[in-house]
Structures are given as C-alpha cells and as structure tokens.
C-alpha cells in the first residue's frame, strides 16, 4: 500500500476556497482529500515547462497544485470562465 501524501493549502488557495459557495468548496476540498491517496487521478494534466505543476478540473474550476516527494502544495483555485 503506498503512503498518503501531505497535503498543505498555500494562504491564497485557503483564501479562494472560502471565497467559493458552499457546494463549490465542498467539492474542492473533497478531490483535495482524494490527491493525498493518488495526486495523479485520470484527467489530471502535468503543465508544460513547469516541474511538478499540475492542473485537475473539478466542477468549473481548476485545481493547480505542485508534488514534491510526498508533500502536495495547493497553490491556487481558477475559475475555468475566467481561463479562456
């Protein structure tokens, strides 16, 4: 059995998860639980020209976060309307 990962939430993504509707958070926090188990779940995408950044769609936001060794950074929370 593989070890969980730790997961920290940098101060901005705290911020940008209470920012969102309860339903909305809920749903974040729950995958955010989901990546200490397995931080590369299918459809999951590994952003180019950046080590260890990740992208993982979830509702209509974006999930940004870094893996190093065994710790998992959230660094932030995107609106998918606002990316295009």
Known sequence: MTKPYHVKIAPRA??????????????ILKLIEALAVNPRPPGTKKIDGMTGLYSEPVSQHRLIYKI???DILILLIKDNRTLK
């Open 14 to 27: 705290r911020k940008q998860i209470k920012e969102l509707t309860d339903k909305h958070s809920k749903i």
């Open 68 to 70: 190093e060794d065994q």
